[in-house]
């Protein structure tokens, strides 16, 4: 197993469509993030979540829900999504509040399409 | 709010050459984290180096190191003896050392960097 895995790598999806993102990390880590990485874009800070309590929401539309149900996995809900809002998102995590050092592992993304 | 700014967006080098990256960033913060982090195509971002503001030495990984300059918030990254597997995109990151954000990461835009055989 990967340290941090992602489901699932391609997704298309229509705009009326619901779909999820899927992450998981088997590093013990107690922090996980959501990216999203556009082209020619410095890579955006989604959501963070310490702990299993959401700890960040970067102003990002209701459209996205994150969900975190233990340490070791965090979902993305996606409805009625824009065209913009095709990207890769990438899933990652660290040790957390008070012990990072502000390493993060990453997964290897999910190409989201909304046509 | 922190900023980081990579000028390259696209960058080559011979194999077996040195390639230097260039960021500089932009901060009132005096304790922090900076990173350089390597996301080959298709492939997992990982961490390539990490300086410590504080630390004066450079800090150095094998074949990577970093000109970290406090003063001037610039950190650019070496790479020597260029092999074709560090083909990937570059990122340069911010990170605060305290406070209840310490966990949170600023990138750069990335640097493309294609080593030629």
């Known amino acids: 197993e990967t340290g941090v895995t992602q489901t699932p790598r391609h997704l298309v999806m229509g705009m009326t469509n619901k779909k999820s993102l899927k992450c998981e990390q088997h590093?013990?880590?107690?922090?996980m993030y959501w990216y999203k990485q556009s082209a020619k874009k410095p890579l955006e800070l989604m959501f963070v979540?310490?702990?299993?309590?959401?700890?960040e929401n970067n102003s990002v539309p209701s459209r996205f829900s994150p969900e975190c149900p233990n340490s070791s996995h965090l979902f993305l809900h996606l409805h009625t999504l824009q065209p913009e809002d095709s990207a890769l998102y990438l899933c990652?995590?660290?040790?957390?509040?008070?012990?990072?050092?502000?390493?993060?592992?990453f997964g290897e993304g999910s190409r989201l399409t909304v046509l | 709010a922190q900023t980081v700014t990579q000028s390259q967006p696209e960058m080559s080098v011979q194999e077996a050459e040195t390639v230097t990256l260039s960021c500089t960033y932009d901060?009132?913060?005096?304790?922090?984290?900076l990173f350089w982090y390597k996301q080959p195509p298709s492939r997992q971002m990982i961490l390539v180096i990490r300086?410590?503001?504080?630390?004066?030495q450079n800090a150095t990984e094998n074949r990577f190191s970093v000109n970290f300059q406090k003063a001037a918030k610039s950190f650019s990254l070496k790479i020597s003896d260029s092999q074709l597997g560090d083909t990937a995109m570059y990122f340069c990151?911010?990170?605060?050392?305290?406070?209840?954000?310490?966990?949170?990461?600023?990138f750069g835009k990335g640097t493309l960097l294609t080593v030629n055989p």
């Open positions: 990151a911010f990170m605060k050392l305290l406070g209840g954000s310490n966990y949170k990461l600023t």
């Open positions: 901060t009132s913060e005096n304790n922090y984290y």
């Open positions: 979540y310490s702990l299993e309590e959401r700890v």
């Open positions: 590093l013990g880590h107690n922090a």
């Open positions: 300086q410590e503001a504080y630390k004066q």
């Open positions: 990652a995590s660290s040790q957390g509040e008070g012990t990072n050092t502000g390493e993060l592992f």
